[in-house]
């Protein structure tokens, strides 16, 4: 089975300070994903990579920045955390699946980091 | 851009009653779909999709989706719930079939929806 996981399930972490949220797939998945899910929202993309040292926005990038050195690791940075940013971080891993002639990400997601930011 | 509308964010429905959750979505293109259900305190986790063949898709726990492109539709079924099934549900188009790299591929989600199960 695919395991995703998440360094943390539950942080709490003052207004300022740096947070760095970590990732960790075992199924050598090109692409991951950050999101963070809110009430009423939905799920959000943050960013996502879809390889080593390479990262592109998502829909809701301002405030974030992630990291992927190794292929298994993708971390989200928060340079300064804010109230606005308390939230559930979900992070996800895919493979690209070909059918048809066309592309589409099959996502295998971890179990979440609920951040609350005081 | 494509964009999901799920109808209803909550759905309140008695043990061993039919339940649908309504999904639509917007595209000019060919699109795969997915249903994935997220039980308290956990991560998502895929339910079923559609790419392409058969309309109707059956996925896990007894779960069923009907694609109906005339309607734009993705609609969720199961005929029998129960107390277990209470979760918060979500639709997902993704976005931009074509070639592979880049974003192509990624999954646009819907708000969700919460199944509450009552006995």
């Known amino acids: 089975d695919v395991k995703v996981t998440q360094s943390s399930r539950y942080l709490v972490k003052r207004t300022g300070e740096k947070v760095f949220l970590e990732c960790v797939q075992d199924?050598?998945?090109?692409?991951m994903f950050w999101y963070r899910q809110d009430p009423g929202l939905g799920l959000r993309l943050i960013y996502f990579?879809?390889?080593?040292?390479?990262?592109e926005k998502g829909d809701i990038p301002e405030g974030y920045s992630v990291s992927r050195e190794k292929k298994e690791r993708f971390s989200l940075i928060l340079e300064s955390a804010s109230t606005n940013q308390t939230s559930m971080y979900l992070c996800?891993?895919?493979?690209?699946?070909?059918?048809?002639?066309?592309?589409?990400?099959?996502?295998?997601f971890g179990p979440g980091t609920r951040l609350t930011v005081l | 851009a494509q964009s999901v509308t799920q109808l209803d964010s909550q759905v309140p429905v008695f043990e061993e009653a039919p339940v649908e959750l309504r999904c639509n979505y917007s595209s000019s293109v060919s699109v795969y779909l997915f249903w994935y259900v997220q039980y308290p305190n956990q991560g998502l986790q895929l339910l079923l999709k559609?790419?392409?063949?058969?309309?109707l898709v059956k996925g896990i726990n007894g779960f069923e989706a009907e694609f109906n492109k005339s309607q734009t539709s993705f609609h969720l079924r199961k005929p029998s719930v129960h107390i277990s099934d209470t979760a918060e549900y979500f639709c997902?188009?993704?976005?931009?079939?074509?070639?592979?790299?880049?974003?192509?591929?990624?999954?646009?989600f819907g708000k969700g929806t919460k199944l509450s199960v009552k006995p």
């Open positions: 990579s879809y390889d080593v040292k390479m990262k």
């Open positions: 996800a891993s895919s493979f690209p699946s070909f059918t048809s002639g066309s592309t589409y990400n099959e996502q295998f």
């Open positions: 199924m050598d998945h090109e692409n």
């Open positions: 559609y790419l392409s063949g058969s309309t």
């Open positions: 997902a188009v993704s976005d931009s079939p074509g070639n592979y790299g880049g974003s192509q591929g990624n999954l646009i």
